[in-house]
C-alpha cells in the first residue's frame, strides 16, 4: 500500500523552500554626527601610570569609525604630562583638561596627576600575576591545573596566588628564577623562547611582559605583604562599534578600577577574545579588524573579570532603506527593530493566519487545532482575531500542561531507587497546582527552596531529596533559576564569566544547612533546617559566609539560609531571576533565546538584544511574574508573528529574530499531535488512556518513540536534556515503526469518513488541515484527485496519503 | 563452662496406628485471607488461600475470642472456614496462621471492626457513577484495581456528620497506599486525606455537612496504582472520628477524663475505666449520637497517674510543676509552641525517659530536651529507637529541680499534637526469637516435627539490662513433644534447641507462649518469644507494615520420609584443624530424593559451607568443618538440618543434638625459614612442643611446596622435639619467596584422626649463582677455609641467607 508514498512526501514537502537572492550594495560617507571618547577622565596616580585615549566618530547612518589617529589631541596644561601618539604619561602633579577634535566636533576630558614621581616595587598580584593571565601560561592547555602541568605548577586562571608565588620561587630554587642573574632565570628564558620551551615564545625579551617579569625579579621576587587592592571592575573601550566593510579596523581600550580608587590602563595586559572571528578578528594588542557581515561579542579578560563590546560588521558602503509601513505591534517589535536596523535588516512579512494558527496553538497548548478551530479562526475577518485566539489557548488547561511538563524538566522530576514513585507523582501535582493556580513565579520558587518536612506532606522539599550533594544543589539553583552554569568556579575562578571560587563557595553556603532524616514511611524522607553546617574553601580550608551570586553577604544568623536565599533569589534585587525566566519563556516561543543557551548566561555569552530582554524582565516583574502576560506580549509582537520566508536583507540571520525560525517538534509534542491528527490515544503509566505525553508525571515514564524523539530524561537540570536533532531513527520510526502506521490503522479515521459518506475530496481536505492546517494548494488537489480517481480503494490512497503528510518535514516543524 | 541438660518430656497419651503409607509433610503458605475482615460478635465464613493448604486443620489465632466453628477444603490451595468472632474482640488487626497435617503457614492478618459488612460493586469508577450507598455506619469491603477509582454516594441532612476510615495497607496484602476523600455534588473537596500519621498510610476524612445533599466519598490508590491484590475496608458512616485522645494515658484501674480531639464538630469529653491489668493494644473508642468509632484510639496504661500541662508554659520560668513518675502530657498547640515541665529528682536516680507521641499516632514529632535548675541543657534527643518519638536515659546528677521541654521538630503544631512523657525505672528484659533464615520473608519462623522426628532451630536470646546464663523453658508443648537445650551461656546469643516428636504423638498444635527466666534464681525477670509478621515491603527490603507477635507456632505433623543423623564424633576438633563430620540420612523406603544439609548452628570460630547435598539415593555425607586459631573451646551442642523435597512442598528435619568438642592443638610445630637454589635441596627445620599427649605416631607432612618441590611425609611421637624436613627441589621450580608452607598434622585418637594445620614458613628459591670469573681471587679464599673444621654444621637459615648475600654482592662486584 505504500507504492504512493514517497510521491507525496515530495509532493508536501515542496512548500518549505527558503528562497536565495543576491544584494546590492554602495557607498556611505558624510560628516560624523556623534564623537566618542573613551575614557570619560584620566587620573595618573603614579610614575608608572599612563593612559591612552580612543576617538570613535559616529555617523548619522550609525556607521562607526576609530579616528583616534586622525582626531587632535591637545592638553591645556603640557607640562602635566606627555602625550606619545594616544597615550599620556605622568610629568608633573596638578589638573587639566585634554580636548579631542575631528570633523568639526569636540570633545574634552579632565585630566589629573597625582604622585607623578612615586614608583614603588612591583606587587606580585597586580603587576606579575596578569602577565601570566596575558601569557596563557596558566590557562589549562599551559601549566594551569589544580596542582599545575607539563612541570610548571600554576593554579588554573590563577586562582591561587599564594601557591603560585611558592612554585615560582621555592619549587627549583635557583633555576626556575635566579635571583643573581635575574635574566638567566628559567621563568624569563623560557617565556622569551631563549631555550626551548613547549609553549614557544609567549613575550617579546624587553617588552613590557618580560620587563615586568624581570623588574620583579629585581626587586626580589617578593610575595604581596598586607591588604592588596582588588580589581573590582573592568571596563573595555569602545562599547559598541558598527563598522563599515572588511579590513575596517578599531581599537581597544581596557581599564581596572582598583579597590584603592586607582584606575590603570591596563590594555597592553588584558587578554583578548572575540566570539566571531569570520567578523571581527582581535589581536593581542587590541586591534580589531572587521571581516564577513555580521556581529561579534569582543572581549578582555583581566584578573576575575571578563568584560566584552558588542561589534557589528557591515558590508562596505551598504545602502539600506527601513520601510516606513513596518511597525512594531508592541514593545518587543520595538526593541527587535532598532536591533535590526542596526544590522541593516529589514523583517520578514508577518505570516499567514493559516501558518499563525498552527504555530500559536502548537506554541501555546502544544496540541494542533482542530478542523473546527481552523475553520472557525479563518472564517473570522475581525482584526483582533490572533489577539483573541491567544486568549483563548492562554485559558486552555493545555497550556499549563506545557509549564508544568518545562518546570519538570528543569526540577528533574523523575523516579528511581531513592525516589518512590509517589513522592515524584506528590511532587508533580504540587507543581501542576502551582502553575495551574497562575501562582506568581517568585511565589512558587521561594515555596520550593525554602521547603522543610516531608517529602510526601510538603512535596517541594522533593527538590533536595532529588539531589542530595550540596554543590550539586547549589549548582542546580543557579542554573534553573538564574541560568548559569557556576560548576568551572568549583575547581577555578571561571574563565569566561565573573564567577570567582569564592563566589561559588560561598554561593554553596547557602546549601550546608539542610538536614534529612527518614521518615516513619521509608518512603519519605523530612528535610529540616538542621541549623549547623558550614561551607569550607578549598583553598585555605576557611569557612565561606553564605554570599548571594554577584549580591550582598546576607545575614543568615538564627535563620533557615534557604529561606534567606530563596527570598533574595526571587526578588528584584536579584537581577538575573526574572531575566532568566523570560528568556526561558521568548526561546520556547521564539526557537531561541535572546541569550543562547537559556541556561548558559555568562558574560562571555551576551544577550543578542540587552534591551529588549531588559525589558521583558522589566516588565515580567510588573506583572508580578505572571507567565501569561509575557506569553500573551510575545505571541501577540509582530516579531512572533513573522513568516519563515526571509528577504534579501535578513536571509542570514539565524540570531536576531528577523524572521521566523523552522522549528522541530519536541518529542511529546510530536507523539501527541500523531495522536491527534490519527483520532488515537496513547496509554502512560499512571494516566488514563488517552492521557496525553505532555502530562507524564514521572520522567522515568517513556516509550521509545518518546525517548528515540529526544524526550528530556530529567536525569540534570540541563536545557540540553531535551534533543530537538535529527537521527536516522527518527526517520526509519516514522516511515517504518510502528507508530504513525499503526495509529493510521487503530485510529481507522478514513474508513469511518468514508462510512459517513463523505467525498474522498472532502476527507482530502480534512487530512490536510488536520496535519498542516491548511488545505490542499491546487497543484496538491489535482495531482492527489489524479490518484484517487484511478484508484478504486480509495481507503487505502487516502491513508497512505495521510501517511505521507504525517512524515513531511511541513508537519515535523513548527513553521 | 558448665552446662545442664534440659530434657522436658511430655509422654504422649494417645498411641495411634503409624500408617503404613509414606506421608509426606510440606510447607504451607498463606497468603490471602477473604473477606479481610468482619464484624464482632458474628460468624463469618472466610476463604483462605495459598499454597499447599488442601490438609489444613486449624486455624492459629494469636488473639482471644475467635472460634473455628467449621473447615472445608476447597483446593490444593485454598480452603474455607467458619469463624465466630466473639463482641469482646478487641477491634483492629489480628494475626492468625494456619496449620495444616503437614506443616505451619506464613502469618496473614483478619481485621475486625464494629460496623456491618458490605461490598464495594463495580461499575463505580467515574464520580458520574457511583455506587449508592446508606449514610449508615457499615464497613464496604472493595477493591483498587489499576488506575481505578471507587466512589460512593451518600444521602446526608444539613448538620449530619459523614466519615470514611481506610484500612488499605495495614491490610498487609500489597503495597496499596489509599487516598479518600468526600467532595460535594458539585466536585468540591470537604475533606481529602493520603497518609495521617492516625493511621499510617492509610486515610479517613470526617465533615459535618454543610447542607442537606448528596456527597461523594471517593477512594482510590495516591498513586493510582492499584493491582489486583489491592483490597480495602472502608468504615463509611456518622460515626465519630477522632485523631487524638487527651490525655492519651493513665492509671491501671482508674477511671480517667478524656477528651476526644480532631473531629470536625465540638470536641467530644468522655470517662473511661481502665483495665487493672497491663494489656497490649489498648485503645479507647469514642462514641456519641452517630456511633462508635470504627477504631480505637491508641492509648497507655501506666502504674502513676497524669500530670496536665497548664498554658502558659513556653518557657522554663513558666514550666508547668509536675511530679515524677507520673505522666506528663501536654499537646503542642499551635506552630512553634513548646511546652515546660519541672520537676524535682534525686542525686544518682536513673530513669528510662520516653516522650510518646507518634506512638499515640500523634502528628507530633517531639524534641525532648532536659535542663537544670539554671537552665543548662543536660541532654536531649529527637528521634530514638527508629521512631520519631523521642528517649534518653539519664541518671541525674544531683538532687534538685530540673525541667524538661518539648516541641515539634518542624515547629509545627496543632490541636491533636498530643504527647505523654512517662518516667520507667532501668528494667532488665529478655526477648526470645528465630534468627531470619531468608532476608524478607517468614520462612522457619514456626516450629512443626514430624512424628517420630526431630527439628533443630536456632534460637537468638536478646538481653537487655541484664547478663548471664538463660534456662529456656520449653513448657507447654504440643502432647508427645520434647525438647532438648542447653542452658545458654552469658555469651552467647544465639543458641540450638532441639523439638523431638515421639512416633505416637498427636498430630496437632498451638500457639505457645515460648518463655525463658535468668539461671540467677535471684533474677525474676521472663523472657518471652517475639517475632515480627512482616506484610508489607517496598522494593522488596524495606518493611512498610507489619505487625508483631508473641506466640510461637508450634506443631506435631506427620511422618517425613527420612530422618538425619549425625555420626557422633569421638575426638574434638582443634583450633586452626578440621573435621570430617559424617552425617547419615535414613531413608524411608521409596524416598531416593536428593537431600540438602545445613549446619546452622557454629560455636564461635567454628566454618563450614552454608550446605552441602546428599545426593539422590545416597544416604551418607562428610559435612567439612574448620577450627580457627580462636575456636572457643569446650564442647558444643550441634545439628544438622535436613531440607528434602517431600513432593508437595520442603520437608525438614533435623539430625540429633550432637556435641562438638573443641580442644587447642596437641602440639605446636615452629617451622624455619629456608632457602636454596633451583634443583638443590633444602632443609626446613621444624621445632616440635607437644601440648596435649597422644598414644602412638602422629604423621605430619608439608603442604604448599612450590612446582617439582617435595618433602616426605615424616612421623613423630609424643616425645618428640625436632624435625627436619627435607625438601628437594628441581631445576624447573620457580624462583621466588614461596610463602603458605604450613605442616599438615594428623593425631589418630580412638580410631578417629584429628587433622592440625601448624605452622607456617617460606621457602626462597634463587637462581644458581654464575660460576666465579676470576680464579686468582679465588685460591686465598680456598686456603683461608682449608683451617676450618670440616664439622657438618647446620646452617641456620639466616646465617645461610647472610652468606648467600655475601656471595651474591662478591660476585656482582667482579
Not at chain 1, 99 to 116: A, I, Q
Not at chain 1, 387 to 407: A, G, N, S, T
Not at chain 1, 426 to 437: G, H, I, M, P, Q
Given at each position: 500500500m505504500t507504492n504512493y508514498r514517497s510521491l507525496f512526501t515530495i509532493l508536501v514537502t515542496a512548500g518549505l523552500a527558503v528562497g536565495l537572492s543576491t544584494q546590492g550594495s554602495s557607498a556611505q560617507e558624510g560628516a560624523p554626527s556623534e564623537l566618542r571618547v573613551f575614557p570619560s577622565d584620566v587620573n595618573l596616580s603614579s610614575a608608572r601610570d599612563r593612559q591612552s585615549i580612543q576617538v570613535q566618530a559616529v555617523y548619522p547612518s550609525g556607521l562607526t569609525?576609530?579616528?583616534?589617529?586622525?582626531?587632535?589631541?591637545?592638553?591645556?596644561?603640557?607640562?602635566?604630562?606627555?602625550?606619545?601618539?594616544?597615550?599620556?604619561?605622568?610629568?608633573?602633579?596638578?589638573?587639566?583638561?585634554?580636548?579631542?577634535?575631528?570633523?568639526?566636533?569636540?570633545?574634552?576630558?579632565?585630566?589629573?596627576?597625582?604622585?607623578?614621581?612615586?614608583?614603588?616595587?612591583?606587587?606580585?598580584?597586580?603587576?606579575?600575576?596578569?602577565?601570566?593571565?596575558?601569557?596563557?601560561?596558566?590557562?589549562?592547555?599551559?601549566?594551569?591545573?589544580?596542582?599545575?602541568?607539563?612541570?610548571?605548577?600554576?593554579?588554573?586562571?590563577?586562582?591561587?596566588?599564594?601557591?603560585?608565588?611558592?612554585?615560582?620561587?621555592?619549587?627549583?630554587?635557583?633555576?626556575?628564577?635566579?635571583?643573581?642573574?635575574?635574566?638567566?632565570?628559567?621563568?624569563?628564558?623560557?617565556?622569551?623562547?631563549?631555550?626551548?620551551?613547549?609553549?614557544?615564545?609567549?613575550?617579546?625579551?624587553?617588552?613590557?611582559?618580560?620587563?615586568?617579569?624581570?623588574?620583579?625579579?629585581?626587586?626580589?621576587?617578593?610575595?604581596?605583604?598586607?591588604?592588596?587592592?582588588?580589581?573590582?571592575?573592568?571596563?573595555?573601550?569602545?562599547?559598541?562599534?558598527?563598522?563599515?566593510?572588511?579590513?575596517?579596523?578599531?581599537?581597544?581600550?581596557?581599564?581596572?578600577?582598583?579597590?584603592?580608587?586607582?584606575?590603570?590602563?591596563?590594555?597592553?595586559?588584558?587578554?583578548?577574545?572575540?566570539?566571531?572571528?569570520?567578523?571581527?578578528?582581535?589581536?593581542?594588542?587590541?586591534?580589531?579588524?572587521?571581516?564577513?557581515?555580521?556581529?561579534?561579542?569582543?572581549?578582555?579578560?583581566?584578573?576575575?573579570?571578563?568584560?566584552?563590546?558588542?561589534?557589528?560588521?557591515?558590508?562596505?558602503?551598504?545602502?539600506?532603506?527601513?520601510?516606513?509601513?513596518?511597525?512594531?505591534?508592541?514593545?518587543?517589535?520595538?526593541?527587535?527593530?532598532?536591533?535590526?536596523?542596526?544590522?541593516?535588516?529589514?523583517?520578514?512579512?508577518?505570516?499567514?493566519?493559516?501558518?499563525?494558527?498552527?504555530?500559536?496553538?502548537?506554541?501555546?497548548?502544544?496540541?494542533?487545532?482542530?478542523?473546527?478551530?481552523?475553520?472557525?479562526?479563518?472564517?473570522?475577518?475581525?482584526?483582533?482575531?490572533?489577539?483573541?485566539?491567544?486568549?483563548?489557548?492562554?485559558?486552555?488547561?493545555?497550556?499549563?500542561?506545557?509549564?508544568?511538563?518545562?518546570?519538570?524538566?528543569?526540577?528533574?522530576?523523575?523516579?528511581?531507587?531513592?525516589?518512590?514513585?509517589?513522592?515524584?507523582?506528590?511532587?508533580?501535582?504540587?507543581?501542576?497546582?502551582?502553575?495551574?493556580?497562575?501562582?506568581?513565579?517568585?511565589?512558587?520558587?521561594?515555596?520550593?527552596?525554602?521547603?522543610?518536612?516531608?517529602?510526601?506532606?510538603?512535596?517541594?522539599?522533593?527538590?533536595?531529596?532529588?539531589?542530595?550533594?550540596?554543590?550539586?544543589?547549589?549548582?542546580?539553583?543557579?542554573?534553573?533559576?538564574?541560568?548559569?552554569?557556576?560548576?568551572?568556579?568549583?575547581?577555578?575562578?571561571?574563565?569566561?564569566?565573573?564567577?570567582?571560587?569564592?563566589?561559588?563557595?560561598?554561593?554553596?553556603?547557602?546549601?550546608?544547612?539542610?538536614?534529612r532524616k527518614s521518615s516513619e514511611d521509608v518512603r519519605e524522607t523530612i528535610v529540616y533546617n538542621s541549623g549547623g553546617g558550614e561551607m569550607k574553601h578549598p583553598v585555605g580550608n576557611r569557612n565561606m559566609p553564605p554570599k548571594f551570586l554577584g549580591g550582598d553577604i546576607p545575614d543568615v544568623k538564627g535563620k533557615d539560609r534557604r529561606e534567606v536565599m530563596a527570598n533574595w533569589l526571587a526578588s528584584k534585587e536579584n537581577p538575573y531571576f526574572a531575566r532568566n525566566l523570560v528568556n526561558r519563556v521568548w526561546s520556547h516561543f521564539l526557537g531561541r533565546g535572546i541569550i543562547e543557551e537559556v541556561d548558559d548566561i555568562r558574560v562571555s555569552n551576551p544577550p543578542v538584544n540587552e534591551p529588549l530582554l531588559n525589558e521583558l524582565a522589566t516588565k515580567f516583574t510588573e506583572y508580578d511574574y505572571d507567565f501569561k502576560k509575557i506569553v500573551k506580549d510575545i505571541c501577540m509582537s509582530r516579531t512572533y508573528q513573522l513568516s519563515t520566508q526571509a528577504n534579501e536583507t535578513n536571509e542570514t540571520d539565524s540570531t536576531n529574530f528577523s524572521h521566523a525560525s523552522l522549528r522541530r517538534l519536541r518529542a511529546e509534542f510530536l507523539l501527541d499531535s500523531i495522536s491527534q491528527v490519527t483520532d488515537t490515544d496513547d496509554k502512560f503509566r499512571g494516566l488514563p488512556s488517552g492521557a496525553r505525553a505532555v502530562q507524564i508525571s514521572d520522567g522515568n515514564t517513556s516509550t521509545y518513540f518518546l525517548t528515540t524523539f529526544g524526550r528530556a530524561t530529567r536525569a540534570s537540570v540541563c536545557s540540553c536534556e531535551v534533543k530537538m536533532d535529527p537521527n536516522l531513527s527518527q526517520a526509519l520510526h516514522l516511515l517504518n515503526g510502528d507508530t504513525v502506521n499503526s495509529k493510521i490503522a487503530q485510529g481507522n479515521l478514513i474508513k469511518r469518513r468514508l462510512d459517513e459518506k463523505k467525498l474522498p475530496q472532502d476527507i482530502l481536505e480534512e487530512i490536510y488541515i488536520r496535519t498542516l492546517s491548511r488545505r490542499p494548494t491546487e497543484s496538491e488537489r489535482s495531482a492527489l484527485n489524479e490518484v484517487l480517481l484511478k484508484n478504486d480503494n480509495n481507503q487505502q490512497v487516502l491513508e497512505d496519503i495521510l501517511w505521507a503528510l504525517m512524515n513531511s518535514r511541513e508537519f515535523l516543524f513548527n513553521h | 563452662m558448665t552446662r545442664m541438660t534440659q530434657t522436658i518430656c511430655f509422654v504422649g497419651l494417645i498411641a495411634l496406628t503409624v500408617s503404613s503409607v509414606l506421608l509426606e509433610a510440606a510447607d504451607p503458605r498463606l497468603t490471602l485471607i477473604r473477606p479481610r475482615g468482619g464484624q464482632r460478635g458474628t460468624e463469618v465464613e472466610l476463604l483462605l488461600s495459598g499454597n499447599r493448604l488442601e490438609d489444613a486443620e486449624q486455624i492459629l489465632f494469636h488473639s482471644e475470642g475467635f472460634e473455628q466453628i467449621g473447615i472445608e477444603a476447597v483446593n490444593a490451595n485454598s480452603f474455607k472456614a467458619k469463624v465466630k468472632i466473639a463482641h469482646e474482640v478487641r477491634l483492629g488487626e489480628h494475626v492468625m496462621a494456619v496449620r495444616t497435617k503437614s506443616g505451619i503457614s506464613d502469618y496473614h492478618t483478619f481485621w475486625v471492626g464494629p460496623y456491618p459488612s458490605a461490598a464495594e460493586k463495580e461499575p463505580n469508577s467515574t464520580f458520574e457513577q457511583p455506587q449508592e450507598v446508606e449514610l449508615t455506619n457499615q464497613t464496604m469491603e472493595g477493591r483498587i484495581d489499576n488506575e481505578d477509582v471507587d466512589y460512593f454516594r451518600v444521602n446526608a441532612k444539613k448538620g449530619q456528620r459523614i466519615s470514611v476510615e481506610v484500612e488499605g495497607l495495614r491490610l498487609g496484602n500489597t503495597l496499596f497506599d489509599p487516598y479518600c476523600a468526600i467532595l460535594d455534588k458539585d466536585r468540591f473537596e470537604l475533606a481529602a486525606c493520603d497518609d495521617t500519621p492516625l493511621l499510617y498510610q492509610d486515610c479517613m476524612a470526617s465533615v459535618v455537612a454543610p447542607e442537606d445533599g448528596v456527597y461523594i466519598i471517593e477512594i482510590r490508590d495516591s498513586s493510582y496504582r492499584g493491582n489486583g491484590a489491592s483490597y480495602y475496608r472502608a468504615h463509611l458512616g456518622t460515626f465519630p472520628r477522632p485523631t487524638a485522645v487527651y490525655p492519651a494515658g493513665g492509671q491501671l484501674g482508674q477511671e480517667v477524663d478524656v477528651t476526644y480531639l480532631g473531629m470536625p464538630a465540638a470536641e467530644l469529653k468522655a470517662k473511661v475505666k481502665l483495665p487493672a491489668t497491663q494489656s497490649e493494644d489498648f485503645g479507647v473508642l469514642a462514641e456519641d449520637a452517630g456511633g462508635l468509632s470504627a477504631s480505637p484510639n491508641t492509648f497507655r496504661l501506666f502504674p502513676h497517674g497524669n500530670v496536665l500541662e497548664v498554658e502558659p508554659n513556653e518557657d522554663r520560668t513558666k514550666a508547668t510543676p509536675a511530679t515524677m513518675p507520673n505522666a506528663f502530657n501536654g499537646i503542642i498547640q499551635a506552630d512553634g509552641d513548646v511546652d515546660f515541665f519541672k520537676f524535682t529528682a534525686k542525686k544518682n536516680e536513673t530513669w528510662e525517659i520516653h516522650c510518646h507521641a507518634r506512638s499515640l499516632r500523634s502528628p507530633l514529632d517531639p524534641v525532648m530536651n532536659l535542663y537544670d535548675a539554671n537552665g543548662k541543657g543536660l541532654t536531649g534527643n529527637d528521634d530514638a529507637n527508629r521512631s520519631p518519638d523521642s528517649y534518653f536515659r539519664y541518671k541525674f546528677p544531683a538532687d534538685g529541680e530540673y525541667s524538661i521541654r518539648v516541641t515539634d521538630h518542624l515547629k509545627r503544631g496543632g490541636a491533636d499534637f498530643v504527647y505523654r512523657i512517662e518516667f520507667t525505672p532501668v528494667t532488665p528484659s529478655i526477648d526470645l526469637g528465630i534468627p531470619r533464615v531468608t532476608r524478607y520473608g517468614q520462612e522457619r519462623q514456626t516450629i512443626y516435627v514430624p512424628r517420630g522426628n526431630r527439628i533443630a532451630t536456632r534460637m537468638t536470646i536478646r538481653r537487655q539490662n541484664f547478663g548471664g546464663d538463660v534456662i529456656l523453658s520449653g513448657e507447654g508443648l504440643p502432647q508427645g513433644m520434647t525438647m532438648q537445650a542447653l542452658q545458654v551461656p552469658a555469651n552467647m546469643s544465639t543458641w540450638p534447641v532441639l523439638f523431638e516428636a515421639a512416633a505416637d504423638a498427636p498430630i496437632g498444635g498451638k500457639l505457645l507462649d515460648f518463655t525463658c527466666k535468668p539461671a540467677d534464681e535471684k533474677q525474676t525477670v521472663t523472657g518471652h518469644f517475639k517475632n515480627f509478621a512482616d506484610m508489607v515491603r517496598y522494593q522488596n527490603a524495606q518493611i512498610l507494615w507489619g505487625r508483631p507477635v508473641d506466640q510461637l507456632a508450634i506443631a506435631v505433623i506427620e511422618e517425613s520420609p527420612y530422618s538425619l543423623e549425625i555420626v557422633q564424633p569421638k575426638v574434638p576438633i582443634v583450633q586452626n584443624g578440621s573435621m570430617a563430620l559424617k552425617i547419615i540420612a535414613h531413608r524411608k523406603e521409596g524416598f531416593t530424593k536428593k537431600i540438602r544439609v545445613e549446619f546452622p548452628f557454629r560455636s564461635p570460630g567454628i566454618g563450614t559451607r552454608s550446605y552441602i547435598d546428599i545426593p539422590e539415593g545416597k544416604s551418607e555425607v562428610i559435612y567439612s568443618l574448620n577450627a580457627n586459631s580462636n575456636a572457643a573451646v569446650g564442647k558444643w551442642p550441634v545439628f544438622a538440618l535436613g531440607l528434602a523435597d517431600g513432593g508437595k512442598g520442603t520437608v525438614m528435619v533435623s539430625s540429633q543434638m550432637a556435641t562438638l568438642e573443641v580442644a587447642p592443638p596437641f602440639v605446636q610445630l615452629a617451622l624455619e625459614r629456608a632457602a636454596t637454589e633451583q634443583g638443590k635441596p633444602a632443609d626446613i627445620i621444624c621445632k616440635v612442643t607437644t601440648s596435649t599427649p597422644y598414644e602412638g605416631d602422629a604423621t605430619v607432612k608439608l603442604v604448599g611446596l612450590p612446582h617439582k618441590a617435595e618433602a616426605v611425609e615424616m612421623k613423630l611421637n609424643k616425645e618428640t622435639a625436632e624435625l627436619i624436613f627435607k625438601v628437594n627441589t628441581a631445576v624447573e621450580s620457580p624462583v621466588g619467596k614461596h610463602k603458605n608452607i604450613y605442616c599438615q598434622l594428623v593425631v589418630t585418637q580412638n580410631g578417629e584422626p584429628i587433622a592440625h594445620r601448624l605452622g607456617s614458613t617460606q621457602l626462597q628459591i634463587d637462581k644458581p649463582l654464575p660460576p666465579p670469573k676470576e680464579k686468582p681471587k679465588a685460591q686465598p679464599v680456598a686456603k683461608k677455609v682449608e683451617p676450618k673444621p670440616a664439622a657438618p654444621k647446620v646452617l641456620t637459615p639466616l646465617e645461610k641467607l647472610r652468606l648467600e648475600a655475601e656471595k651474591r654482592k662478591e660476585a656482582s662486584q667482579k
Open positions: 569609525r576609530d579616528v583616534t589617529s586622525e582626531a587632535k589631541l591637545s592638553l591645556a596644561n603640557a607640562a602635566l604630562a606627555k602625550m606619545e601618539k594616544n597615550t599620556l604619561y605622568p610629568v608633573a602633579d596638578g589638573d587639566s583638561e585634554i580636548t579631542v577634535e575631528f570633523g568639526g566636533l569636540t570633545s574634552k576630558l579632565p585630566v589629573k596627576v597625582t604622585n607623578h614621581a612615586s614608583d614603588g616595587p612591583l606587587s606580585f598580584r597586580l603587576d606579575v600575576m596578569p602577565v601570566f593571565m596575558k601569557t596563557s601560561c596558566n590557562n589549562g592547555s599551559c601549566h594551569g591545573a589544580k596542582s599545575g602541568k607539563d612541570g610548571f605548577g600554576l593554579s588554573l586562571f590563577g586562582y591561587d596566588p599564594d601557591s603560585d608565588h611558592f612554585n615560582l620561587t621555592r619549587e627549583i630554587p635557583g633555576r626556575r628564577i635566579n635571583l643573581a642573574l635575574p635574566e638567566q632565570s628559567l621563568l624569563l628564558e623560557k617565556g622569551a623562547g631563549q631555550v626551548p620551551h613547549t609553549g614557544g615564545k609567549r613575550f617579546e625579551p624587553g617588552g613590557e611582559l618580560y620587563n615586568t617579569t624581570l623588574r620583579w625579579l629585581k626587586e626580589g621576587a617578593k610575595n604581596d605583604e598586607g591588604e592588596v587592592p582588588k580589581v573590582e571592575r573592568v571596563e573595555l573601550y569602545p562599547k559598541e562599534a558598527v563598522m563599515d566593510g572588511e579590513g575596517a579596523t578599531q581599537r581597544l581600550t581596557v581599564r581596572a578600577y582598583y579597590s584603592d580608587g586607582t584606575d590603570r590602563d591596563i590594555t597592553s595586559q588584558a587578554y583578548f577574545m572575540t566570539s566571531n572571528d569570520n567578523s571581527a578578528e582581535v589581536t593581542q594588542e587590541g586591534i580589531v579588524t572587521a571581516g564577513a557581515r555580521g556581529e561579534s561579542f569582543l572581549m578582555a579578560r583581566f584578573d576575575t573579570h571578563t568584560v566584552g563590546s558588542r561589534f557589528i560588521v557591515l558590508p562596505k558602503g551598504l545602502q539600506f532603506q527601513w520601510p516606513e509601513e513596518i511597525a512594531g505591534n508592541n514593545y518587543i517589535d520595538n526593541f527587535v527593530h532598532e536591533k535590526l536596523k542596526k544590522l541593516r535588516q529589514i523583517p520578514s512579512d508577518v505570516c499567514t493566519d493559516e501558518e499563525f494558527i498552527r504555530r500559536v496553538t502548537l506554541d501555546i497548548t502544544g496540541t494542533l487545532p482542530t478542523v473546527e478551530e481552523y475553520e472557525i479562526f479563518m472564517a473570522d475577518s475581525s482584526h483582533d482575531k490572533r489577539e483573541r485566539k491567544i486568549d483563548e489557548l492562554l485559558e486552555r488547561k493545555e497550556f499549563v500542561e506545557v509549564w508544568v511538563m518545562k518546570w519538570a524538566e528543569l526540577l528533574k522530576i523523575r523516579s528511581d531507587n531513592q525516589n518512590s514513585y509517589k513522592a515524584m507523582l506528590l511532587y508533580y501535582n504540587w507543581l501542576k497546582d502551582r502553575v495551574a493556580s497562575n501562582t506568581p513565579v517568585d511565589q512558587m520558587v521561594r515555596e520550593l527552596l525554602g521547603a522543610n518536612g516531608g517529602t510526601f506532606t510538603n512535596p517541594p522539599t522533593n527538590f533536595y531529596q532529588l539531589e542530595r550533594d550540596t554543590l550539586k544543589t547549589s549548582e542546580n539553583v543557579a542554573q534553573v533559576f538564574m541560568g548559569m552554569r557556576i560548576q568551572c568556579a568549583q575547581c577555578h575562578n571561571h574563565p569566561f564569566d565573573r564567577w570567582t571560587m569564592d563566589d561559588y563557595y560561598s554561593f554553596s553556603a547557602f546549601f550546608t544547612q539542610i538536614g | -
